[in-house]
């Protein structure tokens, strides 16, 4: 079992900033890779970001390159996502995901990869 419990979440003008953090437990945080989705009302959950369990690669959904960072901290057992030049297209909830399985074959998008998810944390960009 792991527990992922997300925070930073909040309301921020266009073209502001915020840095969502997920804290995990419950298995060795490096043996996972993780992935942050989103979900805004009457929408699917939706890729956006994922990261290997070195960190070594990373993954964008387009929408969001160049704009969100993913990065993790092994040994703080922490998994963040910096969003920059927010947009209210960004508005929704966002999820931390967990697998203790490697990527393979660009699998890193499906929501279905991950076993474990985090309870969401709002995220509300304001024009």
């Known amino acids: 079992q792991v527990q992922l419990v997300e925070s930073g979440g909040g309301l921020v003008q266009a073209g502001g900033s915020l840095r969502l953090s997920c804290a995990a437990s419950g298995r060795t945080f490096s043996s996972c890779s993780m992935g942050w989705f989103r979900q805004a009302p009457g929408k699917e959950r939706e890729f956006v970001a994922a990261?290997?369990?070195?960190?070594?690669?990373?993954y964008y959904e387009d929408s969001v390159k160049g704009r969100f960072t993913i990065s993790r901290d092994n040994a703080k057992n922490t998994v963040s996502l910096q969003m920059n030049s927010l947009e209210p297209e960004d508005t929704a909830v966002y999820y931390c995901a967990a697998t203790p399985l490697a990527y393979y074959n660009g699998d890193y998008y499906r929501p279905n990869k991950y076993d474990y998810w985090g309870q969401g944390t709002q995220v509300t960009v304001s024009s």
């Open positions: 990261i290997s369990r070195t960190g070594y690669s990373t």
